[in-house]
């Protein structure tokens, strides 16, 4: 993208901030360089180059190791994600009492309303089946 943008087009000619940021905890440090130059020194310390702000005159780009940053970034992403987005369940068997099941619907809508995924889990057992053949679809309209 810099080498369209420029008008010499040339990587030695393009001038660029580059923040280097050493692997490690060191300090990271700045300094004005040419394109080329910014190439070799992420090559020398064996790390990447990522572009930070490129529409700026002249551009900022920073060498830095972007796997341990992507790692960083995923595991940052995932502890957050899991944190308060608990999958909930609720289980109505084939013989449950109304006051049961109103407690349990109640229960479900609290959780909705935090932001929670409910899982509703019908169950039923040869005995409620054979008692009444449409029991988990009675279920289903009554917890409905």
Do not use: W
């Not at 692997?23 to 910014?38: F, H, W």
């Not at 700026?56 to 190791?65: C, F, H, V």
């Amino acid at each position: 993208i810099l080498l369209e943008r420029s008008p010499s087009s040339i990587a030695s000619d393009i001038p660029v901030r580059l923040v280097i940021q050493p692997p490690g905890d060191q300090k990271a440090s700045t300094e004005m360089v040419t394109l080329m130059r910014a190439v070799e020194v992420s090559t020398e310390l064996g790390i990447d180059l990522m572009g930070i702000n490129i529409e700026q005159n002249p551009p900022i780009i920073k060498a830095l190791d972007y796997a341990k940053v992507a790692y960083k970034s995923e595991k940052n992403k995932s502890s957050k994600s899991t944190s308060n987005k608990a999958v909930k369940e609720f289980k109505f068997k084939g013989t449950i009492a109304e006051n049961d099941m109103l407690r349990k619907a109640e229960n479900v809508v609290k959780y909705l309303k935090k932001g929670h995924t409910c899982q509703l889990t019908i169950l039923s057992n040869a005995y409620a089946r054979r008692k009444d053949p449409n029991c988990v679809e009675n279920i289903l309209k009554r917890v409905q």
